[in-house]
């Protein structure tokens, strides 16, 4: 049995398209060259105003919609996995039905025009294969059985395949390469399954004038022989990552977004002992919550606390806060608000309410201050905001 990728336009499949009511079957396609529906497969099930509406979905999203395959006859082919899809897809362009786009019912008529472009150029990766009836029905078998869904980036590289594809698997889908430990330290997922690859492209490509997707980066380069762009991009990153944080790799490191991480902040110096110091308090200090955060916080300077997702004063402890001060200022005949208190407008004598009042560190979180009652400052809110995120 023989075998063969092929790579098809939405148009081209869909040329001739013909949808039977009657018997519910999407009948012809490629000009007639393609039976859409033998006599042995099932009727037409994805009229369901949910599987049909999802596959134009995918298209307008610009998502792959999964291996399609053909048996050829030798007179012509025959759908053997993928009926369903190419059915809606036939339907649609044909006026059978309506999707929601922008609020609206739109038949594909009514699309505007880039989007009707974009289904009809839509490619779809079509392995047709041929052979005796008893090798074809074994392989629908299989594919039916074993079928392991392609990931993104297995269907990118069969459809860019070609002499860049080769040698970048051969760099970073290759379990036993020696970096590969090593780069697990940053990069998540499984090399086997193309995952370090997609993330080395998504890199190259977002560093690209102007950014570029996997996809067009991939599409641009298809016919390289060599893979120096992506090799030594990637290696910058990496490269750049172990001499800003010297350290063993906490775990929390895998999986950032270090291309960008990269992109911001590769220009500025830094002092590789006190970001270890500081990554490590912060890394260890209970208020964070974010510890992926830690990172990105000490390469920007550390004046986005946001990105720690620090824990901040409960209820019970604000009432509790604002109980005292609120308790000492009647007493003395001053605000509540220390900060009013010592002005010397009409404010520094005002008694806020708690709902107009902010909870602050008195020894700044970002100096070590604790996330608790005897750290803990009611500040009125115009105060307040005027200290700035510390
Ligand atoms: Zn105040």
Same mark, same amino acid.
């Given at each position: 049995?023989?075998?063969?990728?092929?790579?098809?336009?939405?148009?081209?499949?869909?040329?001739?398209?013909?949808?039977?009511?009657?018997?519910?079957?999407?009948?012809?396609?490629?000009?007639?060259?393609?039976?859409?529906?033998?006599?042995?497969?099932?009727?037409?099930?994805?009229? $369901?105003?949910?599987?049909?509406?999802?596959?134009?979905?995918?298209?307008?999203?610009?998502?792959?919609?999964?291996?399609?395959?053909?048996v050829d006859t030798g007179s012509n082919l025959e759908v053997l996995d993928g009926?369903?899809?190419?059915?809606?897809?036939?339907?649609?362009?044909?006026?059978?039905?309506?999707?929601?786009?922008?609020?609206?019912?739109?038949?594909?008529?009514?699309?505007?025009?880039?989007?009707?472009?974009?289904?009809?150029? @839509?490619?779809?990766?079509?392995?047709?294969? /041929?052979? *005796?009836?008893?090798?074809?029905?074994?392989?629908?078998?299989?594919?039916?059985?074993?079928?392991?869904?392609?990931?993104?980036?297995?269907?990118?590289?069969?459809?860019?395949?070609?002499?860049?594809?080769?040698?970048?698997?051969?760099?970073? /889908?290759?379990?036993?390469?020696?970096? +590969?430990?090593?780069? /697990?330290?940053?990069?998540?997922? $499984?090399?086997?399954?193309?995952?370090?690859?997609?993330?080395?492209?998504?890199?190259?490509?977002?560093? +690209?004038?102007?950014? +570029? =997707?996997?996809?067009?980066?991939?599409?641009?380069?298809?016919?390289?022989?060599?893979?120096?762009?992506?090799?030594?991009?990637?290696?910058?990153?990496? $490269?750049?990552?172990?001499?800003?944080?010297? #350290?063993?790799?906490?775990?929390?490191?895998?999986?950032?977004?270090?291309?960008?991480?990269?992109?911001?902040?590769?220009?500025?110096?830094?002092?590789?002992?006190?970001?270890?110091?500081?990554?490590?308090?912060?890394?260890?200090?209970?208020?964070?919550?974010?510890?992926?955060?830690?990172?990105?916080?000490?390469?920007?300077?550390?004046?986005?606390?946001?990105?720690?997702?620090?824990?901040?004063?409960?209820?019970? *402890?604000?009432? +509790?806060?604002?109980?005292?001060? *609120?308790?000492?200022?009647?007493?003395?005949? *001053? /605000? %509540?608000?220390?900060?009013?208190?010592?002005?010397?407008?009409? %404010?520094?004598?005002?008694?806020?309410?708690?709902?107009?009042?902010?909870?602050?560190?008195?020894?700044?979180? @970002?100096?070590?201050?604790?996330?608790?009652? $005897?750290?803990?400052?009611?500040?009125?809110?115009? =105060?307040?905001? #005027?200290?700035?995120?510390?």
């Open positions: 049995m023989d075998t063969n990728l092929r790579s098809y336009t939405v148009a081209e499949v869909t040329d001739g398209f013909i949808y039977n009511e009657l018997e519910a079957k999407g009948l012809y396609g490629l000009a007639g060259q393609l039976v859409i529906q033998p006599e042995y497969q099932r009727n037409y099930i994805y009229n $369901d105003g949910k599987r049909d509406v999802a596959v134009i979905d995918s298209l307008l999203k610009g998502y792959p919609l999964g291996l399609i395959y053909f009926q369903q899809r190419i059915t809606s897809v036939g339907r649609f362009v044909t006026g059978k039905f309506a999707i929601k786009r922008a609020g609206r019912e739109q038949t594909f008529g009514s699309l505007p025009e880039e989007d009707r472009d974009r289904i009809l150029g @839509s490619e779809l990766l079509v392995y047709v294969c /041929s052979g *005796t009836e008893a090798e074809i029905k074994e392989w629908f078998q299989t594919i039916n059985i074993a079928g392991v869904p392609l990931n993104a980036q297995e269907l990118r590289n069969a459809i860019y395949s070609g002499p860049f594809v080769t040698a970048a698997k051969a760099e970073f /889908s290759n379990s036993r390469n020696a970096h +590969q430990q090593k780069w /697990s330290a940053y990069v998540k997922g $499984d090399p086997k399954r193309q995952e370090v690859l997609q993330e080395a492209l998504s890199w190259v490509g977002a560093a +690209q004038s102007p950014p +570029q =997707h996997i996809d067009g980066y991939m599409a641009a380069h298809r016919a390289d022989t060599g893979i120096q762009g992506l090799k030594s991009y990637f290696a910058s990153v990496i $490269d750049w990552i172990d001499s800003v944080f010297v #350290s063993v790799p906490d775990p929390s490191m895998r999986g950032l977004e270090w291309g960008r991480l990269y992109e911001t902040y590769h220009g500025r110096p830094y002092h590789p002992t006190n970001v270890d110091e500081r990554v490590q308090q912060l890394l260890s200090d209970p208020a964070v919550s974010s510890k992926k955060g830690v990172f990105e916080y000490v390469l920007g300077g550390e004046e986005d606390p946001r990105l720690l997702d620090v824990r901040i004063f409960d209820r019970a *402890t604000k009432q +509790q806060a604002y109980n005292r001060q *609120t308790t000492e200022a009647n007493a003395k005949g *001053t /605000s %509540n608000c220390p900060l009013c208190a010592h002005g010397s407008n009409a %404010n520094a004598t005002r008694i806020y309410k708690l709902t107009e009042m902010e909870a602050d560190h008195v020894a700044a979180w @970002s100096r070590g201050g604790a996330t608790t009652l $005897d750290n803990c400052e009611m500040l009125c809110i115009p =105060h307040n905001r #005027s200290k700035g995120n510390r």
